[in-house]
């Protein structure tokens, strides 16, 4: 029998003018509370083992925020036995909560800048409910059993299907009014039962973005999972007269899956049920609840019983170095992944929220062509075989993506100095702080999202829960699965579970078809068409590693370099001036203390 301890912490964030993250509009600020934001910890224990999972209401996680998790609970609480590898903290992935928490630019743009008190709030939350959910241990059982939503609930719709159908696996193509079928509608739960025949907690993960509410809003919120969470707590309670049943709606495959369906012309975009985005998302919340209600009341019956020992490893892979092997090329040699960019469809939005116009999209189209082309054809007349071949991989790897910012070299729309761009700072506070993180330097001090990235899985009995640091569409994340599922069956595992946003976020991963039609989510993809292959490449070694006693594995470095503190901005003043650089601590890279 395992020893489970739940744990809920709130981590609302309510400072007004403060930027939320998710939608990347520089208008998309706070100005309010709609619901409280909360951390939800569940500690595992079998024997002299642990694992920590935590799912929290925010857009995402990052590397920089764990580090301080684990530093902090490795010099308040050592005794509890919590590293790197055996916590995975995860996000439902709501767009209305502050962001700020990164060392990373590209995602603090819209913020602006990183916002030292949403950091600590954030980490501080997550601290205590980890170490609440290990002081609460109680002998209990796990059951996992999945239930499917019928095609009718109005839960889940594919917002890319013309990249959906591109896919083989897709035998029957589906039409944009069957996009609801072209969705993983499963739901995938964990029970958790004590002594006393009580449900004091669950995970379930089901795909589908927490983006109900759009952002025309400005009111914390913690969207369609975060009512469903409530909903099924609040049920548990009532039913069992017991006030401390703790719920998770973590995610699944929902790259492509939006919960919106009803077309709004004066906005250009889907909305839910309601006009009021609220209700809309009350609504969804609603019906992720009572799926998860129905799992609950049939699972005693009907679900599996886990049993085994747990295991969990971790590993940093550097995404943007990865030679392709040929298997997942269809025999072309020498394919590789390259530095990570942004593609013009990823900047003009989705029907969740628009970006860029199509005019604007258009002209950058044309000057991007005629940058690649004098590139191209600079390399190929120089001399220098080390220029050619990185010119050539570069552009054949992201191609046919419309290249807009490589996050490697801080280049935007092809200037190698942003600071220098003819576009006035005053467009849009993006730019503003784009220009002057470049003039200070910082934009040239490190990559501007995260390449190395924290790849981890966790084993409890015959289930198998993989940690992944971006967001994967629904037949991405099945190749992903069957991938890591046909090397784990050695193992006994009988259950793959696929958690995106966890432990740090590096875009989206779609199919090789599906990024050929660069939609969104393919403008997204930020390794290059063979992003997918690289990350089943990874998954494959790591979970190949498990099979191995544990004295017996590959001795992964557990974090990379990190920069330190004094190259983190704190944000703009009312005038939309970056303030004046502050330190926080020194050098967590090399076990400071982070504070």
């Not at 495959?253 to 939006?258: E, K, P, T, V």
């Not at 209700?279 to 209600?293: D, H």
Request: aromatic share 10%; proline share 3%; glycine share 8%.
């Amino acid at each position: 029998m395992y020893k489970i301890g739940v744990s809920k912490v709130e981590m609302t964030y309510s400072g007004e003018g403060c930027g939320m993250l998710g939608y990347g509009m520089y208008f998309h600020n706070i100005e309010g509370v709609e619901t409280p934001q909360y951390a939800r910890a569940f500690a595992i224990q079998e024997g002299n083992r642990k694992l920590m999972f935590v799912n929290a209401e925010f857009c995402f996680p990052t590397i920089m925020l764990k580090a301080r998790v684990v530093e902090r609970l490795k010099i308040e609480h050592p005794q509890l036995g919590y590293t790197e590898q055996n916590i995975m903290i995860t996000a439902q992935h709501t767009h209305s909560a502050a962001g700020g928490h990164t060392q990373h630019l590209a995602y603090n743009l819209s913020i602006p800048g990183f916002r030292e008190d949403v950091y600590i709030l954030y980490s501080n939350a997550i601290i205590a409910a980890i170490v609440e959910a290990d002081q609460k241990l109680q002998k209990a059982t796990i059951k996992h059993h999945i239930g499917e939503f019928d095609k009718e609930i109005p839960v889940a719709y594919n917002r890319s299907v013309r990249a959906y159908n591109k896919n083989p696996e897709v035998e029957e193509k589906v039409s944009l009014k069957e996009r609801h079928l072209a969705a993983d509608r499963t739901m995938k739960l964990l029970r958790f039962r004590n002594e006393k025949g009580e449900t004091f907690g669950s995970i379930n993960w089901f795909g589908v973005h927490a983006t109900s509410v759009s952002n025309r809003y400005r009111k914390v919120c913690a969207d369609n999972k975060g009512y469903a969470a409530e909903y099924l707590e609040e049920y548990l309670q009532a039913l069992q007269e017991k006030g401390d049943a703790v719920t998770a709606f973590a995610q699944d495959a929902a790259g492509d899956i939006s919960p919106n369906y009803i077309w709004e012309m004066r906005y250009r975009e889907y909305r839910g049920k309601y006009k009021d985005d609220y209700e809309a998302a009350a609504y969804n919340g609603s019906l992720q609840f009572e799926k998860a209600k129905e799992i609950l009341e049939e699972i005693e019956e009907k679900g599996k019983t886990i049993e085994g020992e747990l295991d969990s490893i971790l590993m940093y892979a550097d995404m943007s170095k990865v030679m392709i092997e040929e298997q997942y090329t269809n025999g072309l040699k020498h394919e590789r992944t390259t530095e990570p960019c942004w593609g013009m469809d990823f900047l003009q939005g989705t029907t969740d929220g628009q970006g860029a116009s199509k005019v604007v999209g258009q002209a950058v189209r044309v000057i991007m062509r005629s940058i690649r082309g004098v590139e191209v054809m600079s390399a190929r007349l120089s001399k220098d075989v080390e220029r050619q071949r990185q010119v050539i991989d570069y552009y054949n790897a992201q191609h046919p993506k419309c290249i807009v910012i490589n996050h490697a070299k801080g280049m935007v729309v092809g200037a190698k100095y942003p600071e220098k761009m003819v576009i006035p700072g005053f467009v849009d506070p993006a730019i503003k702080y784009i220009k002057y993180s470049n003039k200070v330097g910082y934009g040239k001090k490190t990559p501007w999202v995260p390449t190395i990235l924290p790849l981890q899985i966790f084993l409890i009995g015959q289930l198998a829960i993989v940690a992944m640091p971006f967001e994967i569409t629904t037949i991405a994340a099945q190749r992903l699965r069957q991938t890591v599922q046909e090397v784990l069956a050695q193992r006994g595992i009988e259950e793959v579970i696929m958690s995106p946003y966890a432990n740090s976020y590096a875009g989206y991963v779609t199919t090789y078809e599906e990024y050929r039609m660069q939609l969104y989510e393919g403008g997204h993809t930020l390794f290059g068409k063979w992003t997918l292959a690289a990350y089943q490449m990874k998954y494959k070694e790591l979970a190949t590693e498990l099979l191995k006693a544990p004295q017996d594995r590959h001795k992964y470095r557990l974090r990379p370099d990190m920069f330190t503190m004094d190259e983190i901005w704190t944000g703009m003043d009312d005038k939309g001036v970056l303030e004046d650089l502050k330190a926080i601590a020194d050098k967590p890279s090399q076990g400071g203390e982070m504070m």
